[in-house]
Structure formats: structure tokens, C-alpha cells
């Protein structure tokens, strides 16, 4: 199994492009998040699905987008990149019904804004 | 508002010491506290995690302590080793609403 698989790993973007994080996973999970890490905040919640053509958002969406068209595939699309998105991005993805989120997380797209 | 609270953002332990890393949480709906561990350059990873029914919970070298009427529950790391050097970062869940609250994370440093 490969788990929680994020691309790219590493990216550069210039201010109001456009970019798609994929994540993708092979555990037949129904629930999947994408969480921003920055030094000294902590993982901050972006948007998270329950299932298929379901989502919804967290504690920080601005300038984000993010659909589920199938289980697997959990894509999170900036569509006009600013410097304040500068970060690590973490897809994880859980089990749904667990009542306990144990997150599998990927191991993180690093983002740099200019 | 921060929800889950932690301290110290950073903690330097000799090999063979405790370490000790704190939260406390505001929302009393909270009822599932989970800890995760990061490498670096890694997604952290779930360590252990405690419900609020219990007031301990160890697995190995690692414990839960919680106390539900202070709102706190730390992470007890016993005989630390050097390859324990990670971040730590304790968080909170509310029922079944699949949004995990973290704190912004602790930089253990175990010391040969």
C-alpha cells in the first residue's frame, strides 16, 4: 500500500498563478483534509471531505478550492497564489465512521510564493 | 481563538530523562485527544490518543495523562532517546465532526 501520496513535493509559484496539489490514496478512506503547517502555528484545517461530492471548509479556505470526484483523488487548487500561502501542505486522509480521526498524512508539498 | 493550547514550543532532554509537553483546551465538546509525531521532513503521525473517561493511557515508553476538570492533558515521554527528537503536536476532536484542532507543536531534542 502506498497510503497518502502528495505531488509535487516541491514547488515554486509566482504571485496570482494558478496550481493544483494532487493527493491520492489507496486505503479506501472516505474522509480526506488538506492542513497547511506553518513555523510556530501549528497544522491549521483548509478543507476536508466526508466522501464523494462532499466538502466542506476549515479553519482556513481563503484562496483555496478543492473538489471529490472519486474516493481516491482529493486534488486542493490555488487559483491565484499570494505570498501568504507559503507553506507545507499536508493531505491526510481517515476511515470514516471511526468516531476517532486517526489521520494518515502524506509527506507534504512545500509551497513558496514569490 | 486557539482552541488546544501547548507548551513548551521547544524542550532539550539528556537521554534517559522525562520529557514533558502540555495542552490545555478551552472547548469542553472536546472528546478525543490525540498526539502526533513529526519527523522532519515527514507528515506526522499519530502517537498515541486518550478519551476523556479515562485519566491515563500509556503504551511503552509514551503516556497520556488527562484531567477533564482542568482541561489539561500532557504527553509523558519516559527514558527519552535520541531518535524520540521530533515534534510533538497535541490535539483535539469534538464527537464525530472530523475536524481535528492541533496545537502548534513542541521541538523535542533528546541529548546522547
Known amino acids: 500500500n502506498a497510503g497518502v501520496t502528495q505531488t509535487p513535493k516541491f514547488q515554486v509559484l509566482k504571485t496570482g498563478q494558478s496550481m493544483t496539489l494532487q493527493c491520492a490514496q489507496d486505503m479506501n478512506h472516505e474522509y480526506m483534509s488538506w492542513y497547511r503547517q506553518d513555523p510556530g502555528m501549528g497544522l491549521r484545517l483548509i478543507h476536508y471531505s466526508v466522501g464523494a461530492g462532499i466538502t466542506d471548509q476549515g479553519e482556513v479556505p481563503n484562496g483555496y478550492n478543492v473538489s471529490r470526484s472519486t474516493t481516491e483523488d482529493f486534488p486542493l487548487r490555488l487559483l491565484s497564489a499570494a505570498p501568504s500561502q507559503t507553506s507545507v501542505y499536508f493531505c491526510?486522509?481517515?476511515?470514516?465512521?471511526?468516531?476517532?480521526?486517526?489521520?494518515?498524512f502524506g509527506a507534504g508539498s512545500r509551497l513558496t510564493v514569490l | 481563538q486557539q482552541q488546544v493550547k501547548q507548551s513548551p514550543q521547544s524542550l532539550i532532554v539528556q537521554k534517559g530523562g522525562i520529557s514533558i509537553i502540555n495542552c490545555a483546551y478551552e472547548?469542553?465538546?472536546?472528546?478525543?485527544f490525540p498526539w502526533y509525531q513529526q519527523f522532519p521532513g515527514k507528515g506526522p503521525a499519530l502517537l498515541i490518543a486518550?478519551?476523556?473517561?479515562?485519566s491515563e493511557k500509556k503504551e511503552g515508553r509514551f503516556t497520556i495523562s488527562f484531567n477533564k476538570s482542568a482541561k489539561q492533558f500532557s504527553l509523558h515521554i519516559m527514558d527519552s532517546q535520541p531518535g524520540d527528537s521530533a515534534t510533538y503536536f497535541c490535539?483535539?476532536?469534538?464527537?464525530?465532526?472530523?475536524?481535528?484542532?492541533f496545537g502548534k507543536g513542541t521541538l523535542l531534542t533528546v541529548n546522547p
Open positions: 486518550i478519551r476523556p473517561d479515562v
Open positions: 491526510a486522509s481517515s476511515p470514516t465512521g471511526t468516531g476517532a480521526n486517526v489521520l494518515t
Open positions: 490535539a483535539a476532536e469534538r464527537g464525530s465532526n472530523y475536524k481535528l484542532t
Open positions: 472547548n469542553t465538546a472536546f472528546d478525543y
